[in-house]
């Protein structure tokens, strides 16, 4: 059964099994009232400790205990009031929840914020022998150890004080950027294929690149980034700032630069981020011959930037509703076994996912939950082939949060934004090899290829783009410079004709698309797209080639949550991302999809 139809639905009208129960957060917003009081008491409470946690082993496992109480408090107040919210974003009784739990978070972090310098004031022998004495202080070994690594970088208790009390003043340049860029922007309309004048919007965006007709295309590429041209100097001013807040950060803690500073917080050594810049930079040739072969598909004279992302296959109409799309995921995650596969199962029965659009409904899709409650997914289903693969997607992440808070207590009971991305491109990868090996029509196996092909070019090749940029214009900054509107679309421009290659027309509207990305307000988080998609990779081809021992591997990744530091849990499980071995693997199978394409076309 689908649910769609042409117009969006009120929430009250779709069926309960189609929405998620949030029950497993709180059973009624009364009891999450009841708990925003008791959180204001244990800030209290654990404020008492102050000054007072390194006199014994019993003081210092208290004081943690609390905090991890008082860390899973907030985490529910803050998903159950925000994923309400995203139910219907224009409810004003959640924009006031959400407001409330993120306000009521930056006070919580400011009470805490004494414990971790007061630890470090503990002699390391003495906090050793805290842990041999109180059996209860083991599980916080590693916590432990890991301040204790940065020691260096952990500032007096004063300074820690001041640094999280400009929590909301540090988000001040992405604040500004998101405002500009969500609410003030306005863009031009243009007549689309029947000659129907419809608005550009940031979601119509991507489907008029998908578009056909090529006019289409170009109008739409040229009224959008003409849009953002007209306040270059503006959003270089924000993305300025954003750059100097991040190299404010890692000076004040006695880092050598931005990159380190945010690399560190999950003990990743700057190398592993070079080391993917180095593998894509000596592997684009395979770039450029795959946008060749767009440009041989599309018979056209000049490929031009508004060319990337109209199919170059003849669409196949794969209309796959929901509850098939549940069938297919199921038989295409087989390798990693019955256990695995009944876990889904229990997710697809048990109201894990909010599946269809309604009106007010925040758009897109994720996997998001706290250690107490069901690992939930928000999506907005349509019954394409993008969107079965976004429901597998999804299911990733939501199946190791669920393997990770099984297997580990809450402090580990996640995982480091590094590993993020994998769980959920293993599944996908393992999907399309699936969906591959089971169709027997040309026009289906083209399709389907050129989709993973796609998958490449956006999360290796444009991800580690988008990091080279990044780095760079950090580096730019540290070295005396500045970021202005000219220098950064210079820099821009450059890549991108570095990275697609001489068989395209590098548009001069390109060159200020950096100002279109909001993930260069994130603090140097892209590259984790490219590295975790070629983590999926190594994965999955070891899954499909060895079997069980394989899985048994990639079941301990999923179960290790944050028990260790991220580079150590892929070395456990056999992939080791201090090399270049799986990024060069990944790519390696690019060229090898490549080749099949050729065959066929």
Do not use: C
């Amino acid at each position: 059964m689908s649910e769609n139809n042409n117009l969006v639905k009120e929430r009250k009208d779709i069926n309960e099994e189609y929405k998620w129960n949030l029950k497993s957060l709180y059973e009624s917003d009364e009891k999450w009232e009841e708990d925003i009081k008791k959180l204001k008491e244990m800030s209290k409470e654990i404020a008492l400790f102050k000054g007072k946690i390194g006199d014994s082993s019993e003081s210092l496992l208290k004081t943690l205990n609390l905090k991890d109480e008082i860390s899973r408090i907030i985490e529910n107040l803050y998903t159950y009031a925000k994923m309400r919210l995203d139910e219907n974003t224009t409810d004003s009784k959640y924009q006031t929840l959400s407001d409330r739990a993120s306000s009521t978070s930056v006070e919580i972090e400011e009470s805490v914020s004494f414990i971790v310098p007061e630890i470090l004031l503990i002699e390391e022998q003495k906090l050793k022998q805290y842990i041999k004495n109180e059996s209860d202080l083991k599980i916080y070994e590693h916590y432990i150890n890991e301040i204790l690594r940065q020691r260096e970088h952990i500032l007096s208790q004063e300074q820690e004080s001041i640094i999280a009390q400009m929590g909301e003043l540090s988000s001040a340049p992405e604040s500004i950027y998101s405002m500009l860029n969500n609410a003030d922007m306005k863009f031009p309309a243009i007549k689309n294929e029947d000659g129907v004048e419809i608005e550009i919007t940031h979601g119509n965006f991507i489907p008029l690149m998908e578009n056909k007709n090529r006019k289409v295309r170009e109008e739409a590429f040229k009224g959008l980034y003409g849009a953002y041209n007209s306040f270059r100097n503006t959003f270089a001013t924000s993305l300025n700032s954003e750059v100097k807040k991040n190299i404010f950060h890692a000076k004040v803690r006695n880092y050598d630069s931005a990159l380190e500073s945010s690399l560190d917080e999950n003990n990743i050594n700057t190398s592993v981020y070079d080391n993917l810049i180095d593998v894509v930079n000596e592997n684009l040739n395979l770039m450029h011959k795959y946008v060749s072969i767009r440009k041989r598909l599309l018979e056209i004279d000049e490929l031009h930037m508004y060319d990337l992302y109209t199919p170059i296959i003849k669409e196949v109409d794969m209309k796959i509703p929901y509850e098939e799309a549940k069938e297919i995921v199921l038989k295409g995650l087989t390798p990693l076994g019955k256990d695995y596969t009944d876990i889904v199962n229990t997710g697809f029965n048990s109201r894990w996912i909010d599946v269809y659009e309604n009106r007010g409904k925040r758009s897109g899709a994720y996997s998001w939950g706290t250690y107490d409650s069901d690992p939930f997914i928000l999506l907005n289903y349509h019954d394409t082939l993008d969107n079965v693969f976004t429901l597998a997607h999804e299911m990733g992440h939501s199946m190791h949060s669920y393997y990770s808070k099984t297997n580990q207590p809450h402090i580990y009971g996640g995982y480091s934004i590094f590993l993020a991305e994998i769980a959920s491109t293993t599944n996908e990868a393992l999907l399309i090899d699936y969906m591959l090996k089971n169709t027997t029509k040309k026009e289906e196996k083209l399709f389907l290829l050129n989709h993973y092909l796609e998958q490449f070019r956006g999360t290796i090749f444009r991800q580690t783009m988008f990091a080279e940029f990044e780095r760079d214009i950090h580096r730019e900054v540290e070295n005396g410079g500045a970021l202005t509107a000219d220098n950064l679309s210079e820099m821009y421009k450059e890549l991108n004709k570095k990275y697609y290659g001489k068989d395209i027309i590098v548009d001069d509207e390109i060159d200020v698309e950096w100002a279109r990305i909001p993930h260069f307000y994130y603090n140097f988080y892209v590259f984790q797209y490219a590295t975790g998609f070629s983590a999926a990779i190594d994965f999955s081809q070891k899954i499909l080639e060895e079997g069980e021992s394989a899985v048994d591997k990639y079941k301990g990744f999923l179960k290790s949550g944050s028990s260790e530091y991220a580079i150590e849990t892929l070395k456990k499980a056999g992939v080791d991302m201090t090399t270049k071995e799986p990024v060069e693997r990944a790519l390696k199978l690019f060229g090898e999809l490549i080749e099949e394409m050729e065959s066929l076309i």
